[in-house]
């Protein structure tokens, strides 16, 4: 069994919590990309080793293109669902454009194939571009290259046109060229100026292109000719690197698709906030606006559907929900539930909108209580994840500056701040404490620096725990268990989360890919998180086997000096006087009930007035089984007495 995924995404605090974000703002969050893959000869010819290697990369470069397009789309497919994306050929000898490969009068863009409209992925997008990359089939020879090059001006107005007829609204649109014509037009100052000019276009539509240059033949890919008038860099970005726009290198050995694919992934858009424009109150009168996001997150599928495995066939099982009555099994409408809460044997009524502002416990908010040394915080305060909150120019101007200055602040004198937090609207409140966190080094180089919101536990969550115990002096054993750990801890920078996928939500999202591509459902899958056993072995198994021996012996005389020490104490109780048994004794004293007693008691029901030492004895003495809980005893006793009237 196998979970399914729906479009809409649960919030990570429960069904109950309303969503910041309209239906507009929802748009604006969703990414539209255009791949725009030169065919050319160059493109086309797969690179002989270079620099004596024995490997080189198997594919083209426009093979390696459509792949790296291939997979980015199978992830967008179950990741991102919501996702436009598009791919378009240019360099071409056929040409195509939406439904009308060519017109009377010529192609509208002439070199330039419209291989997949720019829409939401459907399976039949991914199995065509499947069957160019991966079969090798190509009916319409899409990929036959033109005599000439083609007219980027063509090229950039065809994205134009693709873009504002079915991505008009979205926040985020890009155009993906890949190429490795650094100078497409040479000395043509007109075709040049023509293409500028479409760049600019696109650009004043806020359609944001980035370049994916491939070179080859330990060239350089040289954007002084030709793209540093199509692509607007951000000088701050590429300021302390000695090239701004990472250029991959086909020949190379098998490096030319991972590395497109490693560049892609480096341009994804920033994922959706947490919460947004909430005011961060850090003084009376002093307010600004910030919004939060949650950077380590266990990923989870979206459980709104269940597909079933058993058959030969997967299948989505349909699901019904009835709510019936419990006495007469009448179906119940749900205009007949009502919400009560029951107070004094009571039940007490109240209206839809009357329950939902009993969850109102004021507006999301993040409002300072005070600073205290970040010293004071011990480690075992931690209960929840981390929020890391960033500013937002939305609500209040300058947001940016005074953020900055109290995270500078807090960080030069180490401090922590306090603050009372309702994330969103119906949340429940939080006291967190505001972190600052320097600038990532290579261990945290996947984190930002910034503030944090540090939820901190109400002493309803404080457990009283004694520690109060020394610890153990540190023996053999210890000390090369110490030596073990160590040993298998890995270098600095090299573990970084994002590299290890969640497994069981990969498999979920390969059970699908199965069913709405019609393939195989695969019988297993690389999971990254397996111990590398071999590797461990080499290091430590050696000292392990040491370890274990060293147990072993130790577990062995501690058993043997145990073992010494029964014997003496069996050897002590044979020295001293028997006990009389206590049922005995009782029945020495009276304190045991005749029968005629337990008689009287039965017939007056009064048994079970009894406790369960009493219960016991008097089994005991009658030669019944004292084991059970009370009602047995009753009624083992019970038993007994009918038996004996």
Known sequence: MAWGRGDEEKHPDGDDAEEELDENDYKAQKDAVLFAINVSDSMLDVPAPSGGQKKTDKD???????????????????AQPKDMM????????????????????????????????LDVPAAEDVKSLKALVEEDEDPDEV???????????????????????????????????????DDPHGDDKAAKSSAAVRAKDLYDLGVVIELFPISRGGGKFDMTKFYDDIIYRDPAADEGTSEGVKTSRAGDGLTLLSSLISNINSKQTPKRSLFSKVPFEIAPGLTISVKGYMPLHKQQPARTCYVYLGGEQAQLAQSETTKVENESTRTIE??????????????????????????????????????????????????????????????????????????QKLLKDEKMGIAWFIARANANPVMVAILPSAHPDDET????AGLWLYPLPFIDDVRNLDIAAPPRPADELTTKMREIV??????????????????????????????ALDDDI?????????????QIDKRVGAAINEWKTG???????????????????????????????????????????????????????????????????????????????????????????????
């Open 522 to 534: 695969p019988e297993q899958l690389d999971d990254p998180t397996v111990p590398k056993y071999r």
């Open 143 to 181: 990929l036959v290259p033109s005599e000439e090059p083609a007219s980027m001006s063509n090229v950039l107005f065809c994205a134009n046109q693709v873009f504002t007829t079915h991505a008009p609204n979205f926040g985020s649109r890009r155009l993906f060229i890949i190429t490795d014509n």
């Open 445 to 448: 180089s996947f984190l930002p």
């Open 334 to 407: 749900k205009s007949e539930i009502k919400k009560a809460y029951k107070f004094g044997g009571e039940y007490i009524y109240f209206k839809p909108n009357e329950a939902k502002e009993l969850k109102n416990l004021g507006e999301p908010t993040i409002r300072v209580i005070g600073f205290k040394p970040r010293s004071l915080l011990p480690m075992w305060a931690s209960v929840k994840k981390s929020t890391f909150i960033f500013p937002s120019e939305e609500l209040v101007v300058g947001s940016t500056r005074v953020f900055s200055a109290l995270w």
């Open 86 to 117: 598009g791919i378009l050929l240019f360099g071409t000898k056929n040409s195509k454009f939406r439904d009308d490969p060519s017109a009377r009068s010529g192609p509208s863009y002439p070199n330039c194939y419209l291989f997949t409209d």
């Open 551 to 645: 147990v072993r012996e130790k577990a062995k005389a501690l058993m043997t000096s145990r073992a010494f020490k029964r014997e003496a104490e069996d050897a002590d109780e044979e020295e001293r006087p028997a006990k009389r048994a206590k049922t005995v004794a009782k029945k020495a004293s009276g304190d045991v009930m005749g029968i005629a007693q337990l008689k009287l008691a039965y017939e007056k029901d009064t048994l079970k007035k009894m406790t369960v030492a009493e219960l016991k004895d008097v089994l005991a003495s009658k030669g019944l089984s004292t084991s059970g809980k009370k009602a047995d005893l009753l009624e083992k006793l019970g038993q007994w007495v009918e038996e004996n009237m």
């Open 486 to 515: 160590q040993n298998l801890q890995l270098p600095k920078s090299t573990y970084n989360p994002l590299k290890y996928p969640n497994p069981a939500l990969q498999w979920h999202y390969k059970i699908l890919q199965a069913m």
């Open 60 to 78: 083209s470069a426009v093979t390696a293109a459509l792949k790296c397009a291939y997979q980015i789309m199978q992830q967008r497919i179950i």
